[in-house]
Each structure stands twice: as C-alpha cells, then as structure tokens.
C-alpha cells in the first residue's frame, strides 16, 4: 500500500518560477526522502532528511519535514525546463533484517514550460 | 562506477504468456528490489532480498508471480502467467550496505495484451 500521498498530483509553471511539492504520510518515520523520475527512466534520489531534521537544502532544492503532522515539502527554486519530471516522496520506516524498506507515494508530475 | 543493469527494456506478451526480467545491481550493493510501477502511480515493491535471502514478499502476487536471487548477485523475476493487469514498468533497485539511497534501473516496460 502506498503510504506517502502527494499534493498536487501535477503542476506546470513558466520557467524560472518557484515549485513546491506537498508529501503527506501516515506511520512514524526513521526518515523522508524524494526522488526524481524523468520520462521513461528509473528514479533518481534527489535528498534525504531525517526524522529529526526539519529542513534540508542541496543546491536549488529545499525539503522540510514537520514530524507533528506527518508531512514534508519539496521546494525547487528558479526551475528550469530540465527539471520537467515526476517527483516522489518515499518513507522510510524501518528496517527488516538489517535492510531498509521504502514506501514511495503517488508522485507530483511538474511540468517547466519554456 | 556502473549503475544497476535491467534487461529487456520492453517487452509485449499476450495474456498467460510468461515472461521474465534480469536485474544486475550495483557491484557490491547486499539488498536488491524489484518493484511494479503502473502508469501514473509510484513504485509498489513487490519483493527484498539481502543477498540471496527474501527479506520481504508480502505483496509479491505468489501465485504467478516469482524471484530469485541465487548467488546474492544479479536477479530474475518471472511472472506466469501474465494477466492484462500486470501491464506495468517492473524497477530493480538496489542499497549498499548499511547505506540509505536506493540505486534504480531505467526499468522494464510490460505491455500484455
């Protein structure tokens, strides 16, 4: 089951604007990662944050996490049209036998208009 | 540092046909996965293994669906046979260990018909 439902399920911008992504999930968390899915391609791990992080930056990405109400942002600054892509939140919440398990959500598809 | 192998990138059965993937993982990466990602949703993972173990198959349809992992390297998963409903993108993944980042493949694309 999918535990990460994601807000909105799509969103075109102009260039250079800003886009924020929305990530809502439902257990307790080890931590919250995002990845990035380019048409017909595999995901690609974008930034990781922990459970006691609440904010988390790597180049024109910013994630915060607010643990209280299980829920998560992605922020990606001055888009550009390379960044046309699906976003996923996954949770981490927990491991089996030493091995991690991730629960991904249902995806944001951004679209960067020129 | 080569990325995760998957084989055949597409592929197009009929309806109970059978069919099978291969997943090479990176080298030295201990947990490998294989989800199913159907057009528009997020990956759904359909089994773990850490090495040649199965550590987690709770949503792996057993009745037609199958993996191994037999020298803790590369993997197959085989489905038979093939409902419409299986029509779907299968991932590979693959953890180094101890590690956080999941590693993907660009993924086989499943049309039954």
Same mark, same amino acid.
């Given at each position: 089951? *999918?535990?990460?439902?994601?807000?909105? *399920?799509?969103?075109?911008?102009?260039?250079?604007?800003? =886009?924020?992504?929305?990530?809502?999930?439902?257990?307790?968390?080890?931590?919250?990662?995002?990845?990035?899915?380019?048409?017909?391609?595999?995901?690609?791990?974008?930034?990781?944050?922990?459970?006691?992080?609440?904010?988390?930056?790597?180049?024109?990405?910013?994630?915060?996490?607010?643990?209280? %109400?299980?829920?998560?942002?992605?922020?990606?600054?001055?888009?550009?049209?390379?960044?046309?892509?699906?976003?996923?939140?996954?949770?981490? =919440?927990?491991?089996?036998?030493?091995? /991690?398990?991730?629960?991904?959500?249902?995806?944001?598809?951004?679209?960067?208009?020129? | 540092?080569?990325? #995760?192998?998957?084989?055949?990138?597409?592929? $197009? $059965?009929?309806?109970?046909?059978? #069919?099978?993937?291969?997943?090479?993982?990176?080298?030295?990466?201990?947990?490998?996965?294989?989800?199913?990602?159907?057009?528009? *949703?997020?990956? %759904?993972?359909? $089994? *773990?293994?850490?090495?040649?173990?199965?550590?987690?198959?709770? /949503?792996?349809?057993? &009745?037609?669906?199958?993996?191994?992992?037999? %020298?803790?390297? &590369?993997?197959?998963?085989?489905?038979?046979?093939?409902?419409?409903?299986?029509?779907? #993108?299968?991932?590979?993944?693959?953890?180094?260990? @101890?590690?956080?980042?999941?590693?993907? @493949?660009?993924?086989?694309?499943?049309?039954?018909?």
């Amino acid at each position: 089951s *999918q535990q990460g439902e994601e807000d909105p *399920q799509a969103l075109s911008i102009q260039e250079g604007e800003n =886009a924020t992504m929305n990530c809502s999930y439902k257990t307790s968390i080890n931590n919250l990662q995002w990845y990035r899915q380019n048409s017909g391609r595999g995901l690609v791990h974008l930034i990781l944050i922990r459970s006691n992080e609440r904010e988390k930056h790597s180049g024109r990405l910013r994630v915060t996490l607010d643990t209280s %109400k299980k829920s998560s942002s992605l922020l990606i600054t001055a888009s550009r049209a390379a960044d046309t892509a699906s976003y996923f939140c996954a949770t981490d =919440a927990g491991r089996i036998q030493g091995a /991690q398990k991730l629960v991904f959500g249902q995806g944001t598809r951004l679209t960067i208009n020129p | 540092e080569a990325g #995760v192998a998957q084989s055949p990138r597409y592929k $197009i $059965i009929e309806k109970r046909q059978s #069919v099978a993937f291969w997943c090479n993982p990176i080298s030295g990466h201990a947990t490998l996965y294989w989800y199913q990602q159907i057009l528009g *949703q997020g990956p %759904k993972l359909l $089994i *773990q293994f850490q090495n040649n173990g199965v550590v987690d198959d709770s /949503q792996l349809p057993k &009745d037609r669906f199958s993996a191994e992992r037999l %020298k803790g390297v &590369d993997s197959t998963l085989k489905i038979q046979p093939a409902k419409l409903e299986d029509s779907a #993108v299968y991932l590979c993944a693959s953890v180094g260990p @101890g590690k956080n980042i999941q590693y993907f @493949g660009a993924g086989t694309r499943l049309s039954v018909l």
